[in-house]
């Protein structure tokens, strides 16, 4: 009788024990503010099947959509314009071709390269910009008729509908568009230097004249921009106007302009690139051709030899987030291992969070271990 009084009162005093421990438990977690944590490791994606180059990312829902340029980006037939997807911005897959090349007629005028192709939600439709041109027996790249296209869409996995092309009459590429508050929308692009104007997007046609408004050797500007400025992105924040851009003259770097006027007058809002990786013996054959081998600068200390061409969405935490193409180096130092892994060799994607403070942009990295953001 006593060991099953012992017993039952032992069983009494575990389980009031646990009960008090669960209304502890809720009152604490009733008290606390939530958070969450987003882990993620640099290059998100490593996997030869899906590599690009130029990525852009654009959330809609709870998903995220990818595009950017498809390999062979230099030579051999290009594919067209892939669209990737993930649930949860790390693991990525192949969706769809929105532009399958091998599917297109013969004296499709936009059969090139698709460099850079973007897409944007703007006025209730997406809209596919693309780079590219016709390839003929004398011109196997498109280059000399490569312009820009664009598409649109109801839906951001297509089918997308020819709009207008080429939109330019001479060779652009990397075009982004930007809409502003009072339903304005622009078109910037590359092209030996920096481009912009002013475009009707139900019509594709440009409604003020394109106008170069920044050059690789601009007077004044500093050395880091001289080999080449592409991959225009802007955003606008607190009444300014911000322009991100890339340079490849010390490596792949990304500078930021600023304007109080969505055409202009822009100028550096920062001196110094904000975000990207040097490396000195990179492609010295540019260099040398470019007229810049003679520029002193440290390396940076990370495995990559590329980091740029950037455009921003929205991350997990609902803010601003970068996202590009990140390719590792192969003169990469110790401790880092000289031997690359097949996916190492090709454009993978890398992604990092953006800040702003004090009027201007910031962004994290690159960054290649692993990482973890609560909010």
């Not at 060779?171 to 809409?179: G, H, I, M, R, S």
């Amino acid at each position: 009788m006593n060991c099953k009084m012992k017993l039952f009162w032992s069983l009494f005093l575990f389980a009031f024990s646990c009960c008090a421990q669960e209304k502890n438990n809720n009152r604490v977690s009733s008290d606390s503010v939530a958070t969450s944590i987003f882990c993620y490791t640099n290059p998100i994606t490593r996997d030869t099947a899906i590599a690009l180059r130029d990525h852009c990312i654009i959330k809609v829902g709870r998903q995220w959509f990818c595009t950017g340029t498809s390999l062979p980006v230099w030579t051999g037939p290009n594919p067209g314009v892939r669209l990737l997807v993930s649930d949860d911005l790390i693991h990525w897959h192949h969706h769809s071709w929105l532009i399958d090349a091998s599917i297109l007629p013969p004296d499709c005028p936009y059969n090139g390269r698709f460099w850079a192709p973007e897409i944007h939600y703007i006025k209730n439709k997406f809209w596919l910009t693309v780079n590219s041109g016709k390839v003929t027996d004398k011109d196997p790249k498109g280059m000399k008729t490569h312009s820009i296209w664009l598409f649109s869409s109801e839906e951001v996995t297509g089918p997308y509908k020819f709009v207008n092309g080429p939109l330019t009459s001479q060779y652009n590429n990397d075009a982004t568009l930007f809409e502003d508050e009072d339903g304005q929308t622009y078109l910037y692009c590359s092209g030996n230097g920096l481009w912009q104007a002013r475009i009707d997007l139900s019509t594709g046609t440009l409604t003020s004249p394109l106008q170069k408004f920044l050059d690789k050797r601009e007077p004044g500007y500093p050395e880091w921009m001289m080999g080449g400025i592409e991959g225009p992105f802007v955003v606008k924040r607190d009444g300014m106007y911000f322009m991100f851009f890339s340079t490849w003259t010390r490596g792949y770097e990304v500078g930021l302009l600023k304007s109080k006027s969505p055409l202009g007058s822009w100028t550096l809002a920062s001196h110094e690139p904000i975000f990207g990786t040097r490396k000195k013996e990179y492609r010295p054959e540019l260099a040398i051709e470019g007229g810049y081998a003679n520029l002193k600068f440290q390396d940076s200390e990370d495995p990559y030899c590329e980091t740029g061409h950037n455009a921003l969405f929205k991350g997990p935490d609902g803010k601003l987030w970068n996202g590009c193409h990140y390719i590792m180096y192969d003169k990469r130092p110790y401790p880092y291992c000289p031997d690359l892994e097949p996916w190492e060799k090709t454009p993978q994607l890398g992604i990092e969070p953006v800040y702003y403070k004090n009027e201007m942009f910031y962004i994290k990295g690159p960054t290649w271990t692993k990482q973890f953001l609560e909010y």
